[in-house]
C-alpha cells in the first residue's frame, strides 16, 4: 500500500497577540504534537489531540527521591572510606573490636542503600511511564 504524498503548499496566517500566543504555546507544549504547525493544523481540523499529564505532587516527590539518593550514595562512600582506615589499624588490639563493629554496621547500612535504591527505581520506573 503506497503512502499518498501530500504536499502542503497552502498558507493560512493569523495573527497573535504576545498574551494569545504565550496562552497557545502553553498549551502546544502540553501535547505530544512536535511542531506547532501539527498542532495549529489538529485544532482548525478538530482532530483529537493527545495532552501529556503530570502529577505535580509526585514530581515533587521525585526530586525529594533522587536528592535522598544521592545524600545516601555520599554517606556509604564516606563510611566505606571510614572503614578501610580502621582496616589499616588492624594491627593494633584495641582496634579490633571497633573494627568488627564498624563491618557489620557498614554492611547494614549497605543493604539499607541498596534497598531504597531499588525502591526509588521501581518509583522512578512507574513515573516514568
Not at 26 to 31: D, L, N
Not at 81 to 96: A, D, G, N, S, Y
Not at 98 to 125: G, N, P, Y
Amino acid at each position: 500500500m503506497e503512502k499518498e504524498n501530500v504536499n502542503r503548499n497552502r498558507i493560512a496566517a493569523v495573527r497573535f497577540t504576545a498574551a494569545e500566543y504565550n496562552k497557545l504555546v502553553k498549551r502546544f507544549k502540553a501535547t505530544t504534537c512536535r511542531k506547532m504547525s501539527e498542532y495549529l493544523r489538529k485544532c482548525v481540523l478538530h482532530q483529537p489531540i493527545a495532552t501529556n499529564y503530570r502529577n505535580e505532587s509526585l514530581d515533587e516527590f521525585m526530586l525529594e527521591l533522587i536528592r535522598l539518593r544521592r545524600e545516601l550514595n555520599a554517606l556509604a562512600g564516606n563510611f566505606n572510606q571510614t572503614v578501610k582506615k580502621l582496616h589499616t589499624l588492624r594491627q593494633i588490639p584495641e582496634f579490633r573490636d571497633c573494627i568488627m563493629q564498624s563491618e557489620a554496621q557498614r554492611q547494614a547500612l549497605l543493604e539499607k542503600v541498596e534497598e531504597i535504591q531499588k525502591a526509588i527505581d521501581r518509583t522512578a520506573a512507574k513515573w516514568l511511564q
